[in-house]
């Protein structure tokens, strides 16, 4: 057995699962389907274990976009888009995708205000 810490991480893989099924998410929108799936984590858990991924090739970064705003550390924030790397290896977690179903079904019944 090697000496360290192990290089495998079951909030890794929760978050490989998710992608498997959303194709592409930013980092804050895979926290929010992540705490309404998996027990609680946080917000820098969840963009460590993004960074970890990306140099182990479990994650890619698709795309970022400057999304301009009024934030507190000026005009403009950077939103990094991730999708599945090569060295995922999504298990099928039924959860997610009845979670993602059922947020699909009720935006689509939400009625018109006017």
Do not use: C
Not at 39 to 61: A, C, D, N, Q, W
Not at 67 to 77: H, L, R, T
């Amino acid at each position: 057995m090697p000496r360290g810490r192990p290089v495998k991480s079951q909030i890794r893989q929760n978050m490989v699962e998710i992608l498997n099924f959303v194709g592409s998410s930013s980092g804050y929108d895979l926290y929010k389907v992540y705490v309404s799936v998996y027990p609680k984590v946080t917000m820098r858990s969840i963009y460590y274990h993004l960074k970890k991924g990306v140099s182990l090739g479990e994650f890619k970064v698709d795309k970022i976009e400057k999304v301009k705003g009024d934030y507190s550390w000026g005009p403009e924030a950077e939103k990094i888009f991730y999708t599945l790397g090569s060295n995922a290896k999504p298990r099928i977690d039924e959860r997610v995708k009845e979670f993602l179903d059922e947020a699909k079904r009720k935006s689509e019944k939400k009625p018109e205000q006017g």
